[in-house]
């Protein structure tokens, strides 16, 4: 069993900063990968931003050149740098943690990001 435990959302301004950071505890020697996804009102959950144990990164389109993923194994963090945000960036952001054989998935509580314009 992995926990997650996320912080650092809030409400900023258009063009703001923000960083939000997942602590993980538990088997988290069986993590192969973290991430992070977001949901906004009345839409889907969709990925943001993950990084490997390995050290490789994806990003979405949307948010590509902005955020920045990084994970701090020392302190069995994770953080994602979300720079010049939007609007559009507004929603519930999920810290997640897929662990490898058995593969399975694991979330933070959310954490509410809201940019105004």
């Known amino acids: 069993q992995v926990q997650l435990v996320e912080s650092g959302g809030g409400l900023v301004q258009a063009g703001g900063s923000l960083r939000l950071s997942c602590a993980a505890s538990?088997?988290?020697?069986?993590?192969?990968?973290m991430g992070w996804y977001r949901q906004a009102p009345g839409k889907q959950r969709e990925l943001v931003a993950c990084?490997?144990?390995?050290?490789?990164?994806y990003y979405a389109h949307s948010v590509k050149g902005r955020f920045t993923i990084s994970r701090d194994n020392a302190k069995n963090t994770a953080f994602l740098q979300m720079n010049s945000l939007k609007p559009e960036d507004t929603a519930v952001y999920y810290c997640?943690?897929?662990?490898?054989?058995?593969?399975?998935?694991?979330w933070g509580q959310g954490t509410q990001v809201a940019v105004s314009s």
């Open positions: 997640n943690a897929r662990t490898r054989a058995p593969i399975s998935d694991y």
């Open positions: 990084i490997f144990s390995g050290g490789s990164t």
């Open positions: 538990g088997t988290i020697f069986s993590i192969n990968a």
